[in-house]
T-cell receptor, first 111, second 112 residues
């Protein structure tokens, strides 16, 4: 079965430090890959998308993601975390006509 | 402003009752989706529609029904056949199947 895995339920980082939220996928072909963020009791907001080309994708709010085809990974990164980045982050892969989502990773940034 | 409106934000129903969740978009998007979110389980696809008067089952369609009579509207009915209906329901739309999704702010349904 096709799937997206986010191996960490929670990531804790101090403000100003770099952050990484991990994602691996098992989807046939060359899927489009996405990162979304969700704040409490809200819908998801699109952060960035990988289709093809450069393995480093830049997105909203200073986030970027690194695509690695051999490891089938698409890790979300930010050089310097902010307290306001604290939220639930979802990785997703396009499989056919709909997205497959990972289970989400809670990012907690402490001041 | 363009966007997706889900109503109501909170919904309470008694077991055995059908309930309909509203989703309206003014983004002129062809594709619309319903996802269910449960703690620690991510988002699971219930139904999706790529065009008016057509829709497809997702991974967990049992106990749910939808209609797509207008491009702007994609209501979801949670029937009494759905065994665990209490959840956070998210509606989304996209220009096409490969474009980023735009989400509504969700409806939290509680069935007792």
């Amino acid at each position: 079965a096709q799937s997206v895995a986010q191996p960490e339920d929670q990531v804790n980082v101090a403000e100003g430090n770099p952050l990484t939220v991990k994602c691996t996928y098992s989807v046939s072909g060359n899927p489009y890959l996405f990162w979304y963020v969700q704040y409490p009791n809200r819908g998801l907001q699109f952060l960035l998308k990988y289709i093809t080309g450069d393995n480093l994708v830049k997105g909203s709010y200073g986030f970027e993601a690194e695509f690695n085809k051999s490891q089938t990974s698409f890790h979300l990164k930010k050089p310097s975390a902010l307290v306001s980045d604290s939220a639930l982050y979802f990785c997703a892969a396009q499989a056919g006509t709909a997205l497959i989502f990972g289970k989400g990773t809670t990012l907690s940034v402490s001041s | 402003d363009g966007g997706i409106t889900q109503s109501p934000k909170y919904l309470f129903r008694k077991e055995g009752q059908n309930v309909t969740l509203s989703c309206e978009q003014n983004l002129n998007h062809d594709a619309m989706y319903w996802y269910r979110q449960d703690p620690g389980q991510g988002l699971r696809l219930i139904y999706y529609s790529q065009i008016v008067n057509d829709f497809q089952k997702g991974d967990i369609a049992e106990g749910y029904s939808v209609s797509r009579e207008k491009k702007e509207s994609f209501p979801l009915t949670v029937t009494s056949a759905q065994k665990n209906p209490t959840a956070f329901y998210l509606c989304a739309s996209s220009i096409d199947g490969g474009s980023p999704l735009h989400f509504g702010n969700g409806t939290r349904l509680t069935v007792t």
